[in-house]
């Protein structure tokens, strides 16, 4: 089974703190993904990479930057929490469907961040 | 950008037949659409995926349009185990542009005795 965890299932932060979340997936996917999610807003993409070093933007990246130095991890990181910051944290990575062409994404269980 | 809009809630009974919509009007040549299902204090799962026509698997089909602007996804005779959030997702994940990739706000299924 494709495994995605992340570091914490649920942690509190103050206000100024700079917060890492971890995420590792242990299938050799090349694609990874940080979402954050809030009630009514859905799922929202802040950052995305396709391979060690690499990165781009999502549609909310404005306070977090990211990190990956090798391919099965791949860290958000807030420099500064702020309340706003305050959300449920999804990790994801993709694989392609077998016979497909397509690709699947898994997400990891979630890290819920107080901030306070 | 592909934004999707889908209903926010449904109910419906054991053993019946859900259809959920999705619309997604400016969907791309090369996106893909995509349903989730999320229970509480979980990460998503994946359900189904298609391009066109008709896809089933061995919980739900996706019927998609020829036009490809909307998508439904079909439950067939659910059970209290189907109450959940259920995400559409259109996109390409095989692209570097993270900005294709775009999931609707959920719609929130509730199944009943």
């Known amino acids: 089974d494709v495994k995605v965890t992340q570091s914490s299932r649920y942690l509190v932060k103050r206000t100024g703190e700079k917060v890492f979340l971890e995420c590792v997936q242990d299938m050799d996917h090349e694609n990874m993904f940080w979402y954050r999610q809030d009630p009514g807003l859905g799922l929202r993409l802040i950052y995305f990479s396709y391979d060690v070093k690499m990165k781009e933007k999502g549609d909310i990246p404005e306070g977090y930057s990211v990190s990956r130095e090798k391919k099965e991890r791949f860290s958000l990181i807030l420099e500064s929490a702020s309340t706003n910051q305050t959300s449920m944290y999804l990790c994801a990575s993709t694989t392609q469907i077998s016979g497909t062409g397509t690709y699947e994404q898994y997400f990891g269980p979630g890290t819920r961040l107080t901030v306070t | 950008l592909a934004k999707t809009t889908q209903p926010i809630s449904m109910d419906s009974y054991e053993g019946q037949e859900v259809n959920i919509t999705c619309s997604h009007n400016?969907?791309?040549?090369?996106?893909?659409i995509t349903w989730y299902q999320q229970f509480p204090s979980q990460g998503p799962r994946f359900i189904i995926q298609?391009?066109?026509t008709k896809v089933t698997n061995e919980v739900a089909s996706l019927f998609i349009p020829a036009d490809r602007k909307s998508s439904t996804l079909s439950l067939p005779r659910v059970s209290l185990s189907d109450t959940a959030v259920y995400y559409c997702?259109?996109?390409?994940?095989?692209?570097?542009?993270?900005?294709?990739?775009?999931f609707g706000s959920g719609t929130r299924l509730s199944i009943r005795p």
């Open positions: 298609g391009y066109k």
């Open positions: 400016n969907i791309a040549t090369n996106d893909y």
């Open positions: 997702l259109v996109g390409d994940l095989r692209y570097s542009s993270a900005s294709k990739i775009i």
